[in-house]
């Protein structure tokens, strides 16, 4: 019976050094894992506080609504100075007909 129970007891200790690489893997990746969290959540942090200072918000819909709002803007914008070009052309044309 001794010799059954060494003979467990050396089983048990091999699969424990088999175990051993793959224990010291995944806790060096829950360590990356929580510095990973916390620099991530300091990165979130520091973006709320810029977009709060800039946009005066931090809140995404809000940001997202805002940009959108932009973007329309822009496009408004980009129509007028065609429009305006186009305006310039034709009097510039009108002008370099004969009279």
């Known amino acids: 019976m001794e010799r059954s129970r060494t003979s467990q007891d050396?089983?048990?200790?091999k699969r424990l050094e088999a175990l051993q690489p793959t224990?010291?893997?995944?806790r060096a990746d829950r360590?990356?894992?929580?510095?990973?969290?916390e620099r991530l959540t300091a990165e979130l942090a520091a973006a709320r506080a810029q977009a709060r200072e800039e946009l005066g918000?931090?809140?995404?819909a809000e940001i997202r609504r805002m940009i959108e709002e932009a973007r329309a803007e822009n496009a408004r914008r980009v129509e007028a100075f065609a429009q305006a070009l186009q305006a310039v052309q034709a009097r510039l044309a009108a002008l370099s007909e004969p009279r």
């Open 57 to 60: 918000t931090d809140d995404e």
């Open 23 to 26: 224990y010291e893997r995944l």
């Open 31 to 37: 360590i990356r894992a929580e510095s990973d969290v």
């Open 10 to 13: 050396a089983e048990a200790l």
